[in-house]
């Protein structure tokens, strides 16, 4: 595939990844066709999505709107909302590309900050430090600092921690605006465009955003949205199931239908996709995620009384034949 038409399905995507940001049920199915038209595109929708997660408002440069010359033709307030809604997107679009063609190589070529990668569906385990690991689930972006072996900033997607406790120079996450503190303990974070979750398996973390502090001992889990202001909720769960990943199964209790795809596609490193119409269905039970992506998916839509279909380089679960849209 030439250079060409590699930009423009990275402009397409681009495109889309804004229009879905509000987007309504047409615009996913027309979003879905489009996907389904060529492998290449999956892709570089990931891309796009990750490397918007990574953006921080200092790194969006300020937009504003042009404005017409002082005469007759002067434009309406109407129009003057409509070119600054477009000089916004256009303000996101160039700080996507930074994201992508400036951010990402400094990481990587730096003297002190540098990204390890996985591809969905790829684990890997890193040593951080003396004596810490981090074991990377599919898709996931975690950003070290040579210069400082005490601290791990995860861009996107999901990794657990073992971490050996020094009081003196406690062991710090971040994630946006999300900060965990490793009190001495094994635990699990997950982060998208969407969703913030930290499971302890061990010992113990310090959770803190804005003012809130939570403190977390083994056997609990906090999720909270990625926006400043969503609600923080906690909750138990038996260790032995946390991390399930790195295990081959993947196990939920009433988690909507659309977080559980979210994991099967990091994990699996398969597409999975949720019709809107049943994004929302709470899923509890077990998947295997070790005999492959259409096993998990059969068994998942089945689960709901929903059907799974082969869509391009992914699937798709939605609504059973008959079932009310």
Do not use: C
Request: proline share 6%; hydrophobic share 40%.
């Amino acid at each position: 595939m030439t250079e060409q038409k590699l930009l423009a399905i990275r402009e397409e995507a681009i495109a889309w990844h804004l229009r879905l940001k509000e987007g309504s049920a047409e615009d996913w199915d027309a979003f879905m066709a489009w996907l389904e038209a060529d492998p290449a595109r999956s892709e570089a929708y990931d891309q796009v999505k990750f490397a918007d997660a990574a953006i921080t408002p200092q790194m969006v440069p300020a937009a504003t709107a042009p404005l017409a010359a002082n005469d007759a033709t002067e434009p309406t307030e109407e129009p003057r909302r409509g070119l600054r809604r477009w000089a916004t997107a256009l303000a996101t679009i160039a700080a996507i590309f930074l994201i992508g063609s400036i951010a990402i190589p400094l990481f990587t070529q730096g003297a002190n900050r540098y990204e390890v990668v996985t591809r969905p569906g790829e684990q890997r385990t890193i040593a951080i430090g003396d004596g810490d690991t981090a074991v990377l689930n599919g898709g996931t972006r975690l950003i070290l600092d040579r210069n400082d072996p005490r601290s791990a900033e995860i861009a996107a997607g999901e990794a657990t921690f073992v971490i050996r406790h020094d009081e003196a120079r406690p062991f710090v996450v971040t994630a946006g605006s999300h900060r965990v503190v490793d009190v001495g303990t094994a635990f699990n974070i997950a982060r998208d465009d969407r969703r913030f979750a930290v499971e302890v398996i061990e010992g113990a973390v310090s959770y803190e955003r804005a003012g809130t502090a939570v403190a977390l001992a083994a056997g609990q889990t906090l999720e909270t949205g990625d926006d400043p202001g969503a609600r923080v909720r906690t909750g138990r769960r038996t260790p032995a199931e946390m991390a399930g990943w790195r295990r081959g199964r993947l196990s939920y209790s009433a988690a909507p239908l659309e977080q559980v795809a979210r994991d099967l596609s990091r994990t699996l490193g398969t597409r999975v996709m949720v019709d809107p119409a049943v994004a929302a269905l709470p899923f509890t039970g077990s998947l295997r995620v070790d005999r492959g992506a259409r096993e998990s998916v059969d068994t998942l839509a089945a689960t709901l009384d929903l059907r799974a279909r082969r869509t391009g380089d992914g699937w798709r679960i939605e609504p059973g034949p008959g079932a009310p849209r």
